[in-house]
């Protein structure tokens, strides 16, 4: 099962239509596989995602979503690094 679904996602970025849905789709697993870069472990590896790791999630979405023609990505990902340190494996 996916850590947010469709309609989280939505509701996070305030889309209510689906003109975009297909895209947003795309990017809710492009955030998902950021974050678990930047964890080093897949999200299966937790019994219970924890509420840091679901709002980066969110975060990522929206970022991405937002700025997909001008994101700075050194950015998002110094963010990601910082709000995720504390389950962050320190080797593969």
């Not at 947003?24 to 999200?43: D, F, M, Y």
């Not at 937790?46 to 790791?53: A, E, G, M, V």
């Amino acid at each position: 099962m996916a850590a947010i679904t469709l309609d989280e996602a939505k509701a996070y970025l305030r889309v209510d239509n689906t003109v975009e849905d297909d895209l947003i789709t795309k990017l809710i697993g492009s955030a998902t596989a950021t974050v678990e870069n930047v964890l080093r472990q897949p999200l299966s590896a937790f019994d219970s995602l924890p509420d840091d790791i679901h709002t980066a999630i969110l975060y990522t979405t929206a970022y991405l979503y937002e700025y997909r023609e001008t994101a700075d990505f050194d950015a998002m990902i110094k963010f990601l690094r910082a709000i995720l340190s504390p389950y962050r494996k320190e080797d593969f």
